[in-house]
Nanobody, 125 residues
């Protein structure tokens, strides 16, 4: 069982930056590929990006490519989502999730059995 806790959300103006953190309780954190997802009001949860267990492979949704960066510190059992050049359409609840495989960096929600409770990000225009 993996427990995840996101932090770092808040209110930011368009063009600004935020860094989200996700702390995990896993015994061997590097065994898990980690993903970030988001869900805006009235919309389905969508893939933002993911990182492999070693951090050597990343994958991003086209909507955030070039603006968002995922990294991880396995010594701290933490994964990060650095968000730059934020837009109002980035407003959502952001969730981190852990995959069953350390290699997985895909965007399928069903491949992530462990989820955090989410953190709100609001981007004002």
């Amino acid at each position: 069982q993996v427990q995840l806790l996101e932090s770092g959300g808040g209110l930011v103006q368009a063009g600004g930056s935020l860094r989200l953190s996700c702390a995990a309780s896993a015994r061997t954190f590097s065994n898990y590929g980690m993903g970030w997802f988001r869900q805006a009001p009235g919309k389905e949860r969508e893939f933002v990006g993911a990182i492999s267990g070693t951090g050597g492979t990343t994958n991003y949704a086209d909507s955030v490519k070039g603006r968002f960066t995922i990294s991880r510190d396995n010594a701290k059992n933490t994964v990060y989502l650095q968000m730059n050049s934020l837009k109002p359409e980035d407003t959502a609840v952001y969730y981190c999730a852990a995959a069953r495989s350390s290699y997985y960096v895909g965007g399928s929600l069903t491949d992530y059995p462990y989820w955090g409770q989410g953190t709100q990000v609001t981007v004002s225009s």
